[in-house]
C-alpha cells in the first residue's frame, strides 16, 4: 500500500490542490470529495463539480447545495426536518430518532453539515440506552448539528449544559460538598485535549468549578448554593472559575486545536496512515487562529494537496451510515426513498445503532467495521435495495433505468459512479443486467472503502 | 375516423383478448353453467348481475377512491396498463363499440365458475359466460381469431390457435393452459380441451345431477336478489375428503381462539358447505356468510356459547363520539365451567392460576361462580373519541377512549362494592410498579355525575422548567375510572367516556337477534385519525420514505375510504340450522 509523500512534507500537503497533467480533476477525485466529505452523490452532481473544478465544488460542499433531494429548497426542508424533530416525544421509539436523522441524510441539500454532525455525534457520544429519554438524545442532536461548522468553543459550552450529556456522564446533580468528576474528566480526555495533556489535579479543580451544575426536570440549570465559589487552579491559571469559564480554558490549551485536528485528520484524510505532530501543527493554527471555526481547518482539508492525493483515496473503511446513505445518495433512491426506520435498523445489523455509540468513546471504526456478520449485512442491503423482496427498502431503484437515464452503458456506470478507478469495468465480465452489476460493485471490497 | 392500429399488434391483441376473457370471471344475470356442473362441485361462483357490478365499479366516486390506491394508481401509470387500455381500445374500435359495453354484451347474462375435483385426480374448472347479445360473442370471438392469426401470419409465426371439433362444436385452444368454445351461445374456457369437452357432453345432453339439483345450491341462488352482484357455495365435505390435512381443521385451536369463536370454529369443523353473496347498491354494500350448524348439533362445551332462545347480545352504546362500539352474548360462568374440555390443560392450568389471583383481589370469591357467575352474559365495549381541548396537559398523540360495559346480577349485593376496591387494588399495585420504575404515577380521585360517583384517576403531571416546550406523553390519554349505573358497571380508560355512557347506559337497552354485534364509524374513525394528521404523515416519511406531499396524499385516501366506508355493521346470528355472518357498509356520501 503506498503512503503519500505529502505527509513528511506539510508545506505542500496542505496547499490548496491545483489540477495539473500528474494530477488532473477527475472523476476519482470528485467522487472522493463527495465520499468524505458527504455521503456519495449522484451521477448529475459529480458531472457537474467535475466541470466546475475543485475550489467551486469545495465551497458548495461547504456552503451546500440549493435543493434537497425532496425538490424543496434546502432551508424549506431543513425547516420541515426541524418540525419533525421538536414532535419526538418521550414515547418516541429508538427507531424513530434514528429514522428521522436518516431521512435528512438522504435528502439533506447540506452533505457536509450532516456528515459533521455524525463526527460530532462520535465525538460527544452519548447513548439513548442510558439516558432513556429521546427528547433529550433529539435535543442533542439539533445541538450538533447546530454548532457542526460553527465554533467548536461554543459548541463545547452547549455541550457542557446538554442534559443528556450530562445523564449520560452522571453529571446531574455536581454539589459543592462532592464534586463529580466525571465531566471534568471526559471532556479533557476525550472532548478537548486527550489523554496526557492534563493532571488529576486538573480534574479535580474542573470538577470545582462545574459544582452548581444540575439537572432538573430536563432542563440545565445552576444552583448558586451548591457552587463551589472558591479558588481553583487550572492548567496554570488561578481563579474563582464557573462552568462557563471551563470551555475558554480548554480551548485555550494548545493541545485542544492538535487533538480535535488529529481527529479531523482520521475523518477526512487517513484512518491507516498515522499522522506526525508537524503534520497536524499548521492545520491545528489554523483552527486557533480562526478562534476556534470548525470550518476553518476543514477548509484546508478539503481543498488540499494531500486530501486529493491518490495514495490516500480509500484510506478509510465506510461506516454502515456511509454505506447505507451514500449507496441511496447516488443510486438517486430519493422520491420515494426508502424506510429510513427500515434503513436504521439495517445500520444497526451492520453495527452502527445511531443514538446508541457503544461507549463514551464512540464507534470504533475502521476495520472494526469489517467482521463476517457485518459484511453478510452489508450484503443483504444491497441485494434488498437493487431487488424487490424487501418492501421496505426494495423496488425503487430500476438500475437499467438509471443508467439509461444518463446515457452511459450499465457497466461503466456504476463502476463510475460507485467505485471510479478502483477497478476496471471490464473486470464485471459477462455480468451485463444492470442490476446485476449494481449488486456486484456494491458488494466488492473496494466499496466498502472511503 | 380512421382506426390507428398501434405498432406492438399481437401484445395488444392478446392484451385484449386476455382483459375481455379471463377477467371477467368477476361480472354476471340468469347465466347458464350451473346445469353443466356436477352436483359435487367443490366451488360454484356465480356473478348473477355484471351490469349492476360495472355500475357500481365505474361509478367516478368509486374510481376516485379506487385511483387513490397506490397499486392501483401505480398501475394505471404503467406502460402494461397504458398497453392493454391501447389494445382494448383497439379491439373494441374494430368491433364498432366501447370497452364498457363490449364487456356488457359480451358478460351481460352473468358469469359462472365451477371447480370440480376428486379425490387423488387433478381438480378442473370452467368459466362460462353468458352474453347478453349472442350475436355480439360470435362476431367479438371471430374478429379476436383474425386479429391473433393476422398478426402471426405478419410475423411469419405458425397458426396460434388450434382448432379442433368435439360433438359438432369448434374447440379453440391459444396456449396449452386454455382452451374455449362456444356452447348454446355461451362462452366456455378452461385449462383443457378435455375440460371443455365434458362440457359439451354435459351440454348436449349427457346425463348429469347438476349443481341446481342440490338443495342448499336452490336456496342460495333462490336468495338472489337484483342488487346481488356475486354468490357462491363451496363444498367443504368435498374438500375435507379431497384433501383431509389441508381442509381439516384441528380438534384443538389456540385458546383465544376458542374462547372467542369456539362455536363458529366447531361449525367450520363440520359443515358441509360454506355460502356467501355480495350485494351492492348505492348506499350499501353488503356481504353475507353462511355456515350450516353441525348436523347433531353442537357438543355440550359448546352450547355454553350459545345464547338461549330469546336470549340475544343487546343493541350496541352509541355515546357521544363513537368510533365502534361491539356487543356480545357470552356466559363466560358456564364457559368456565367447562374449560376443562375446551382448551388444553396446559391452558387450565394457567387458569387456575388467575382464578387464584383473582380470589385475592376479589375477597376470596370462586372465580368462575363468585366472579363470573357475577356477571350477566351481556358484554359491551365501545370506543370513542375524547375531548383533548379539555385534557390538561393534552396529549401529542391522541388516542381514542375504550370502555367496557358489564351487567351485575340483581342477586348479590356487594359485588359492584368488589369490583370498586379491586380497581383501587390494581391503582396501588400499579403505582407500586411506577414508584419502582421511577414513572409517573397514578393519582385517585372521585367525581359525582348525575348522581353516579365515578372513582377515577390520572397520570401526574411532571412540573415543567418555565417557557420550556415539553413533550407530552400519550399516557395522559388514560384517567382509568370506574362506575356503577344501576344494575351497569362501567371500566373506562377516560374519565370523559364514563361521563358519556352514563346516559346510554341507563337506556333500556333494545334486544337484538344475533349473538356478535360490531359497529364502526368510518367517519369517526377518520376524525381521530386526522387529529393525528402530523403524527402520521411523520409515520408514513419514516417508514415508506415518502415526501410530505405524498404522504400527505396518502393519509387523505385512508380518510377518504374511511369515510367512504361509512357506517360499517358486523353481526353474527347462531341460528338452530345456521350460522349468518353479515357485514354491512352504509356507504358515505361524504
Request: hydrophobic share 45%; charged share 25%.
Amino acid at each position: 500500500m503506498n503512503t503519500s509523500p505529502l505527509l513528511d512534507d506539510p508545506t505542500r500537503a496542505w496547499a490548496p490542490f491545483a489540477p495539473g497533467a500528474k494530477s488532473p480533476w477527475n472523476l476519482a477525485r470528485v467522487a472522493h470529495l463527495h465520499r468524505r466529505a458527504g455521503f456519495a452523490a449522484p451521477w448529475s452532481i459529480l458531472q457537474r463539480d467535475l466541470k466546475d473544478g475543485p475550489v467551486a465544488s469545495v465551497d458548495r460542499l461547504l456552503k451546500g447545495e440549493a435543493t434537497s433531494g425532496d425538490g424543496q429548497t434546502a432551508d424549506e426542508f431543513d425547516t420541515l426536518l426541524d418540525s419533525m424533530n421538536a414532535g419526538v416525544g418521550s414515547d418516541a421509539t429508538p427507531t424513530r430518532l434514528q429514522g428521522l436523522w436518516i431521512y435528512r441524510m438522504i435528502l439533506t441539500a447540506r452533505p457536509l453539515r450532516e456528515r459533521m454532525t455524525l463526527f460530532w455525534h462520535n465525538h460527544f457520544a452519548t447513548s439513548l440506552t442510558k439516558v432513556e429519554n429521546p427528547v433529550l438524545m433529539q435535543r442533542q442532536n439539533d445541538l450538533l448539528r447546530e454548532h457542526a461548522l460553527g465554533n467548536f468553543q461554543t459548541m463545547l459550552a452547549v455541550i457542557g449544559k446538554d442534559p443528556a450529556m450530562l445523564v449520560w456522564l452522571d453529571s446531574t446533580a455536581n454539589r459543592k460538598a462532592k464534586p463529580n468528576e466525571n465531566y471534568a474528566r471526559e471532556v479533557m480526555e476525550l472532548f478537548t485535549l486527550g489523554r496526557g495533556r492534563y493532571t488529576e489535579k486538573d480534574i479535580q479543580e474542573a470538577a470545582r468549578a462545574f459544582t452548581g451544575a444540575f439537572v432538573v426536570r430536563d432542563r440545565y440549570s445552576e444552583l448558586p448554593a451548591q457552587h463551589d465559589d472558591g479558588s481553583k487552579t487550572i492548567f496554570g491559571k488561578t481563579g474563582r472559575f464557573k462552568p462557563d469559564d471551563l470551555p475558554g480554558l480548554l480551548v485555550s490549551q494548545p493541545a485542544c486545536a492538535e487533538f480535535l485536528c488529529g481527529k479531523l485528520y482520521r475523518q477526512f484524510v487517513s484512518e491507516v496512515d498515522a499522522p506526525s505532530p508537524a503534520l497536524i501543527a499548521p492545520l491545528a493554527k489554523v483552527f486557533r487562529d480562526s478562534g476556534y471555526d470548525i470550518s476553518a481547518p476543514l477548509r484546508t482539508i478539503l481543498r488540499s494537496n494531500l486530501f486529493f492525493d491518490d495514495a490516500v483515496r480509500r484510506r478509510r473503511v465506510k461506516s454502515p451510515v456511509d454505506i447505507a446513505v451514500g449507496t441511496i445518495r447516488a443510486l438517486e433512491i430519493v422520491k420515494p426513498t426508502v424506510s429510513a426506520e427500515a434503513l436504521a435498523e439495517s445500520c444497526g445489523r451492520m453495527g452502527q445503532t445511531l443514538y446508541a455509540p457503544p461507549s463514551v468513546a464512540g464507534w470504533d471504526g475502521g476495520t472494526a467495521w469489517i467482521n463476517t456478520t457485518a459484511m453478510l449485512n452489508r450484503t443483504n442491503l444491497a441485494l434488498a435495495l437493487l431487488g424487490t423482496d424487501n418492501a421496505q427498502i426494495g423496488g425503487r431503484c430500476d438500475a437499467k433505468a438509471l443508467a439509461a437515464k444518463h446515457g452511459v452503458e450499465s457497466r461503466k456506470f456504476y463502476t463510475d459512479l460507485l467505485v471510479q478507478d478502483a477497478f476496471d469495468s471490464k473486470i464485471l465480465g459477462l455480468v451485463k443486467e444492470p442490476a446485476e452489476v449494481a449488486t456486484l460493485v456494491l458488494t466488492t471490497p473496494e466499496y466498502q472503502l472511503a | 375516423m380512421p382506426i390507428r392500429v398501434p405498432r406492438r399488434k399481437s401484445a395488444l391483441i392478446w392484451s385484449a383478448i386476455a382483459i375481455a376473457l379471463v377477467p371477467l370471471a368477476a361480472w354476471a344475470d340468469g347465466p347458464r353453467g350451473a346445469e353443466w356442473t356436477s352436483k359435487d362441485a367443490v366451488i360454484y361462483l356465480e356473478a348473477s348481475h355484471p351490469k349492476v357490478l360495472l355500475d357500481r365499479v365505474l361509478d367516478p366516486k368509486f374510481q376516485t377512491y379506487l385511483a387513490s390506491i397506490p397499486p392501483y394508481a401505480r398501475y394505471l401509470k404503467s406502460d402494461v396498463y397504458k398497453e392493454q387500455k391501447a389494445g382494448v381500445t383497439f379491439v373494441s374500435a374494430l368491433l364498432e363499440t366501447t370497452w364498457e359495453e363490449g364487456i356488457r354484451s359480451l358478460a351481460g347474462g352473468g358469469i359462472v365458475f365451477a371447480v370440480e375435483a376428486e379425490k387423488g385426480k387433478a381438480p378442473w374448472g370452467f368459466i362460462a359466460l353468458t352474453p347478453s347479445d349472442p350475436a355480439f360473442l360470435t362476431k367479438a370471438h371471430a374478429k379476436l381469431l383474425e386479429l391473433a392469426r393476422g398478426d402471426a401470419k405478419t410475423k411469419g409465426q405458425p397458426d396460434p390457435v388450434k382448432e379442433s371439433e368435439h360433438q359438432g362444436i369448434k374447440l379453440y385452444s391459444m396456449s396449452k393452459d386454455a382452451t374455449h368454445a362456444i356452447v348454446n351461445d355461451t362462452l366456455i374456457v378452461s385449462q383443457s380441451a378435455e375440460a371443455v369437452k365434458t362440457v359439451i357432453d354435459r351440454a348436449r345432453g349427457g346425463k348429469i345431477a347438476s349443481i341446481a339439483t342440490n338443495a342448499d345450491w336452490k336456496a342460495r341462488h333462490d336468495r338472489v336478489s337484483a342488487d346481488t352482484v356475486a354468490w357462491g357455495l363451496v363444498r367443504l365435505d368435498r374438500l375435507r375428503e379431497i384433501d383431509p390435512k389441508k381442509f381439516t381443521i384441528p380438534e384443538m385451536v389456540n385458546p383465544g381462539q376458542t374462547f372467542l369463536f369456539a362455536p363458529w370454529i366447531e361449525a367450520a369443523r363440520k359443515a358441509p358447505w360454506v355460502a356467501a353473496s355480495l350485494n351492492w347498491s348505492d348506499a350499501h354494500l353488503v356481504a353475507n356468510v353462511t355456515l350450516p350448524t353441525p348436523a347433531n348439533g353442537y357438543s355440550q362445551s359448546i352450547k355454553t356459547y350459545l345464547p338461549p332462545k330469546g336470549m340475544s347480545a343487546s343493541a350496541p352504546l352509541r355515546p357521544k363520539g363513537v368510533i365502534a362500539s361491539l356487543s356480545l352474548w357470552r356466559d363466560l360462568s358456564a364457559i368456565w365451567e367447562v374449560r376443562n374440555d375446551l382448551f388444553s390443560p396446559q391452558f387450565v392450568q394457567g387458569l387456575a392460576q388467575l382464578d387464584t389471583f383473582a380470589g385475592q383481589f376479589f375477597g376470596g370469591r370462586d372465580f368462575g361462580s363468585g366472579i363470573l357467575g357475577a356477571i350477566s352474559s351481556n358484554w359491551r365495549i365501545v370506543v370513542a373519541t375524547q375531548d383533548y381541548s379539555k385534557m390538561n396537559p393534552v396529549p401529542d398523540l391522541k388516542l381514542p377512549g375504550f370502555a367496557l360495559v358489564i351487567d351485575l346480577k340483581p342477586d348479590d349485593d356487594d359485588f359492584a362494592q368488589r369490583l370498586k376496591v379491586a380497581f383501587q387494588s390494581f391503582v396501588g399495585l400499579a403505582n407500586l410498579g411506577a414508584a419502582q420504575a421511577k414513572a409517573p404515577s397514578l393519582e385517585l380521585i372521585s367525581e359525582d355525575v348525575n348522581g353516579i360517583t365515578i372513582a377515577s384517576t390520572r397520570f401526574m403531571v411532571s412540573k415543567a422548567a418555565p417557557g420550556a416546550k415539553v413533550s407530552v406523553h400519550q399516557r395522559h390519554n388514560f384517567t382509568p375510572s370506574v362506575a356503577q349505573v344501576d344494575n351497569h358497571f362501567i371500566l373506562s380508560s377516560s374519565l370523559g367516556l364514563i361521563k358519556d355512557l352514563i346516559p346510554a347506559v341507563r337506556e333500556v337497552a333494545k334486544p337484538t337477534d344475533s349473538t356478535l354485534l360490531i359497529e364502526a364509524e368510518g367517519a369517526a374513525i377518520a376524525g381521530i385519525l386526522d387529529v393525528n394528521r402530523q403524527r402520521l404523515i411523520t409515520q408514513n416519511m419514516m417508514e415508506k420514505g415518502n415526501d410530505k406531499a405524498a404522504a400527505g396524499g396518502e393519509i387523505d385516501l385512508l380518510l377518504g375510504l374511511l369515510r367512504y366506508a361509512g357506517h360499517g355493521t358486523l353481526t353474527a346470528k347462531d341460528g338452530d340450522k345456521a350460522v349468518d355472518f353479515r357485514l354491512d357498509f352504509a356507504l358515505g356520501a361524504k
